[in-house]
């Protein structure tokens, strides 16, 4: 069992900066692949980012690609979601999620979410 617990959200302004992240309680946390989704009001989940187990591979959605930056830190536990040049529409709900396979759609765990609002 895994749980993810995210942290890092608040309120910013349009063009500022928020960097979310997500501390993972699993024992072998190095071999899970992370990822970052987000969920808008009145919208389904979206993916905004994944990393697999090492970092040396990452992946972006074209919405966020050249302005999030997903990063982990195998030692600490941690994975995290750099998010600079903010607009309006990134505002949601942000989740960390985990997976144990290589590659797929599905993840196995979820974290609560933490809530992004970026004012105009």
């Known amino acids: 069992q895994v749980q993810l617990v995210e942290s890092g959200g608040g309120l910013v302004q349009a063009g500022g900066s928020l960097r979310l992240s997500c501390a993972a309680s699993?024992?072998?946390?190095?071999?899970?692949?992370m990822a970052w989704f987000r969920q808008a009001p009145g919208k389904e989940r979206e993916f905004v980012a994944a990393?697999?187990?090492?970092?040396?591979?990452?992946s972006y959605a074209d919405s966020v690609k050249g302005r999030f930056t997903i990063s982990r830190d195998n030692a600490k536990n941690m994975v995290y979601l750099q998010m600079n040049s903010l607009k309006p529409e990134d505002t949601a709900v942000y989740y960390c999620?985990?997976?144990?396979?290589?590659?797929?759609?599905?993840?196995?765990?979820w974290g609560q979410g933490t809530q992004v609002t970026v004012s105009s």
């Open positions: 999620a985990a997976d144990s396979h290589l590659y797929g759609t599905n993840w196995e765990y």
């Open positions: 699993a024992r072998t946390f190095s071999s899970y692949r």
């Open positions: 990393i697999n187990w090492s970092g040396s591979h990452t």
